[in-house]
């Protein structure tokens, strides 16, 4: 079974672009979440969608990040206008609750570079 | 909120036993995770932790105690390729979905 696929890999763009992140989750799974990663701060959770409802996006840093599940088997986080403090890797995750407990699976990540 | 603490950086040689702590303050809880990152890859789960006690699983055992806010993951008869940043977390919420995370603690194996 294919695990949480990420794109694009890499991503190098300008002070001022638009980012665009795209995460398929695992088929049959519930959950999806979206964290960003960095040396200063670790793994940050942004939001996370149940059912491709948002059920917390307080960890959105700013108005400047948004974050879509149109349906079961997509998701987008978009940067705009994105700024250098941005850069940093992006992962998006899935889950299948069952009980208290649903492990976590990670994509490979999107490494965003904002120059 | 949650608080999670643990130390940055620990080095070991192969075949030792190694302890990484974890100290954790959350306002429910469901439950304490450990996940591996490997250097440039996603983090994997490794264990979990829902009673106090100490749950043994290969090479790797992870304890629990709740009225400590503590946890620790012990490794056993390191390998090399258990060189990795080693990931404690906690749930973000009572429903216990969502998950927070330490910054993590490297280790560095050495032969």
């Known amino acids: 079974d294919a695990g949480v696929i990420q794109s694009p890999r890499h991503e190098v763009t300008e002070m001022g672009q638009e980012v665009t992140l795209r995460c398929k989750p695992i088929?049959?799974?519930?959950?999806l979440f979206w964290y960003r990663q960095t040396m200063m701060r670790g793994l940050e959770l942004l939001i996370y969608?149940?059912?491709?409802?948002?059920?917390?996006d307080s960890g959105m840093p700013e108005d400047r990040f948004s974050a879509k599940m149109p349906n079961a088997s997509f998701s987008t986080l978009k940067i705009q206008p994105s700024e250098p403090r941005d850069s940093a890797v992006y992962f998006c995750?899935?889950?299948?609750?069952?009980?208290?407990?649903?492990?976590?699976?990670f994509g490979e990540g999107s490494r965003l570079t904002v120059l | 909120g949650q608080n999670i603490d643990q130390p940055t950086e620990m080095t070991a040689t192969e075949g030792a036993i190694v302890q990484i702590n974890c100290t954790y303050q959350?306002?429910?809880?469901?439950?304490l995770f450990w996940y591996q990152q490997h250097a440039g890859e996603a983090p994997t789960f490794l264990s979990y932790n829902v009673l106090d006690g100490l749950e043994e699983k290969g090479r790797f055992s992870s304890f629990l105690s709740r009225s400590k806010g503590y946890s620790y993951l012990l490794l056993k008869e390191l390998q090399m390729k258990d060189s990795a940043s080693y990931l404690c977390?906690?749930?973000?919420?009572?429903?216990?979905?969502?998950?927070?995370f330490g910054k993590g603690t490297t280790l560095s194996v050495s032969s």
């Open positions: 088929s049959g799974h519930d959950y």
């Open positions: 977390a906690v749930p973000a919420n009572q429903a216990g979905t969502a998950l927070i």
């Open positions: 959350t306002s429910g809880f469901n439950g």
């Open positions: 995750a899935s889950s299948s609750r069952t009980g208290f407990f649903g492990e976590l699976f």
């Open positions: 969608f149940n059912n491709n409802v948002p059920i917390d």
